[in-house]
């Protein structure tokens, strides 16, 4: 496989359940992002890891927890989640964080909370 | 809080027809980067802008950064079908390493 690969890519929750969507990039790259995406909205950036250490938490309920246990490999841990939580969650990697920048993305894992 | 504004935020024209997409900010982007995101898949990078008043052609795409590195415009030539999806611009600030994105252009050719 090449590239990043997210599963899953569907998930139907209730408020109650916990949950954990994966990633894994097969790139090599230093840094990885979750992002949640929300129809008409820009992309809001959750949580950023550079050579596995969380290097940002924008403001995200605890609600999701990340996890990094090495530069392949992110998780986000889902729990007690509330349904304004809808929504496409990408991941993605870069090269590292000093770079222009430019982001690889999975193809996203499309969460509905009821 | 730093914006970057898309336009339009939607996009209906037919096969063969013209269009542009502009991203327009108040703030100064060290580099700016245009993804096209197709229904059900992540979005994928198409360039990267870097220098003031750059222009890059990518087939029938032109992409430009304004000369003040605060605007960018993304021009389409006789546009596809397989042209459809979603548009985004993001910009990177000098001081740092999180990019600012445009709510996107959703964008749909007809046959």
């Known amino acids: 496989e090449t590239g990043v690969t997210q599963t899953p890519r569907h998930l139907v929750m209730g408020m109650t359940n916990k949950k954990s969507l994966k990633c894994e990039q097969h790139?090599?790259?230093?840094?990885m992002y979750w992002y949640k995406q929300s129809a008409k909205k820009p992309l809001e950036l959750m949580f950023v890891?550079?050579?596995?250490?969380?290097?940002e938490n924008n403001s995200v309920p605890s609600r999701f927890s990340p996890e990094c246990p090495n530069s392949s490999h992110l998780f986000l841990h889902l729990h007690t989640l509330q349904p304004e939580d809808s929504a496409l969650y990408l991941c993605?990697?870069?090269?590292?964080?000093?770079?222009?920048?430019?982001?690889?993305f999975g193809e996203g894992s499309r969460l509905t909370v009821l | 809080t730093q914006l970057l504004e898309q336009s339009p935020q939607f996009l209906s024209i037919q096969e063969g027809e013209n269009l542009t997409v502009y991203c327009n900010s108040s703030s100064v982007f060290s580099s700016l980067q245009w993804y096209r995101q197709e229904p059900g898949e992540g979005p994928v990078l198409l360039v990267t802008?870097?220098?003031g008043g750059e222009v890059k052609k990518l087939k029938r795409l032109t992409f430009q950064f304004g000369d003040a590195r605060k605007d960018s415009s993304l021009h389409i030539t006789a546009a596809q079908p397989g042209d459809t999806g979603l548009y985004l611009c993001a910009g990177l600030l000098d001081s740092n390493y999180q990019l600012i994105w445009g709510a996107g252009t959703k964008l749909i050719i007809k046959p």
């Open positions: 790139l090599g790259h230093n840094a």
């Open positions: 802008v870097v220098t």
């Open positions: 993605a990697s870069s090269q590292d964080l000093s770079d222009t920048g430019e982001l690889f």
């Open positions: 890891y550079s050579l596995e250490e969380r290097v």
